[in-house]
């Protein structure tokens, strides 16, 4: 991936209901400002039970949205970034259809993990509850084949949310051909969604155990001899996220988002340099992204032994964390998290990052200035891109927790919402971050106070620093040219 900043978007939700708007958009009022743009799922359908994450054909771009054509045209000017679903497949497929009319007959018959082929001789309650779960309950549902037989499906997310067997030959065959038909047509990174959950294992978590990451390497250098980079997501234990990263080309990094949130919060950055300090290199910045804040990511977890691995913060600082979003988005957020919305996640929090600050222009561009100054290639996900707000209608049409973080944008609204202040100046920050030369160097952190933030990227002799006084929340960009130091002006009053 291109070092610079890059965008992520629906390609129906920003500047129309189109490929061709989106890319009208990015060759128009946006041109020039991003270097590549990851596209979530654009496979049909795009509005299936998971917003595209249930693809019932993966290999087709759904006709709503456009065609590979479109794909390839953003691909002329632009590094693009799909997803490749590797856990699960729509119920509605054409593989399970035919499953669930042969059954064992079926060419397909292996590739849809069961109960019994993961369990052949059962599964006492120790087992099953040593399942790491994303949401409540266990991952089964139970299905009637066209025969009369039932079967027991393993059903991570949704009970339409068919699980893969991609050890299977025909599990196999399909992430094969479907990274040959990204790289066909101008993907030039994969992202693997879900895909600490593809291996399961009798007597383990059935999450990131040593067989996932033998799968995901073997994809790696499949993807890799298709000229293909590797994108992983995983939302875990900040050690295990660091593990990760030895293994692969690119991970998230999940932690810096409540990380900075904390620091804003508390007024001091602490916990957010402990972090810097160690975190991937290789790793993908976000603030926002089509799913909630995570915070799993820097919270404790219990081990298989009872004992607790501690997390970047204190739990009880991480229960203030979540509240304190709750309060700053006037209790928004707490409509659409948890028990509170369906198709809901146990580690994140359902709320724009703008709102999540409480609307606070200065609070946000500070927040966005660290993600551009940590390492890493950052990421801007298109609400917070125009610096969106929590989109409660959406959330009560549809009932679907993280769709409040959702907001279908107009061309005309998108247009209007450039012109706001704080929205200026994130491109300014944006330009800023890709046309600077230090960013191609060395990243430190410089020693200050703890209620303070100080980062410098230094390449030769040139050179750019991030400072950030968390007690007055006010930040400044210093950086030389023709042999005096500049500051990075912006247009808001607030700054």
Not at 113 to 131: H, K, N, Q
Not at 160 to 186: C, S, T
Request: aromatic share 10%.
């Amino acid at each position: 991936m291109r070092n610079c900043v890059h965008l992520i978007t629906y390609a129906n939700r920003l500047g129309g209901n189109r490929l061709g708007d989106l890319q009208r958009l990015l060759a128009g009022p946006l041109k020039g400002l991003l270097g590549g743009v990851h596209i979530l799922p654009f496979f049909y359908p795009v509005d299936g039970a998971d917003a595209g994450f249930d693809p019932i054909d993966h290999s087709l771009v759904d006709p709503q949205v456009g065609t590979w054509r479109d794909i390839e045209t953003l691909s002329a000017t632009l590094e693009i970034t799909a997803d490749l679903i590797v856990n699960h497949i729509s119920s509605k497929s054409r593989q399970f259809q035919d499953y669930l009319q042969n059954g064992d007959n079926s060419v397909y018959s292996g590739m849809f993990l069961t109960f019994g082929s993961v369990f052949p001789d059962g599964a006492t309650e120790a087992e099953l509850l040593r399942i790491y779960r994303p949401r409540p309950g266990l991952p089964f549902t139970t299905s009637a084949l066209a025969s009369g037989q039932r079967s027991i499906l393993w059903t991570t997310f949704t009970s339409e949310q068919i699980d893969l067997n991609v050890r299977d030959p025909q599990g196999d065959a399909y992430w094969k051909a479907l990274l040959r038909k990204f790289q066909e047509h101008g993907v030039t990174t994969v992202r693997l969604d879900a895909a600490g959950y593809a291996i399961k294992k009798p007597g383990t978590s059935c999450f990131m155990i040593p067989e996932t990451f033998e799968f995901i390497e073997e994809l790696t250098q499949y993807a890799r001899s298709l000229g293909l980079e590797v994108l992983v997501e995983i939302h875990a234990h900040y050690h295990k996220q660091i593990e990760i990263a030895r293994q692969v080309d690119r991970v998230y990094d999940f932690a810096l988002p409540p990380l900075i949130l904390h620091a804003l919060f508390n007024k001091t950055a602490r916990h957010l340099k402990t972090w810097l300090a160690i975190s991937p290199r290789n790793a993908v910045t976000v603030l926002d992204t089509h799913d909630g804040i995570g915070v799993i990511d820097i919270g404790a977890v219990v081990e298989a032994d009872g004992s607790e691995l501690p997390g970047l913060i204190p739990s009880h600082e991480l229960d203030q964390l979540v509240e304190t979003i709750h309060s700053k988005s006037g209790g928004q957020s707490r409509s659409a998290t948890g028990h509170a919305a369906s198709n809901l996640d146990l580690y994140q929090v359902n709320c724009t990052y703008y709102d999540a600050l409480g609307r606070n222009d200065r609070d946000y561009l500070i927040a966005r200035a660290i993600q551009f100054f940590a390492p890493g290639i950052p990421q801007i996900y298109y609400v917070g891109l125009l610096a969106g707000t929590n989109d409660m209608a959406l959330l009560e049409a549809t009932a679907v927790g993280r769709e409040i973080n959702r907001h279908y944008y107009t061309w005309d609204e998108v247009e209007d919402v450039l012109t706001r202040p704080v929205v200026q100046d994130l491109l300014t920050l944006i330009r800023f971050r890709n046309q600077h030369p230090a960013f191609q160097g060395d990243f430190s952190l410089l020693p200050c106070a703890d209620s303070g933030l100080a980062i410098r990227w230094a390449l030769a002799e040139t050179w750019a620093e991030l400072r950030v006084d968390f007690l007055q929340s006010t930040f400044e960009i210093v950086y030389p040219e023709d042999g005096i130091h500049k500051r990075l002006e912006f247009s808001s009053v607030l700054l």
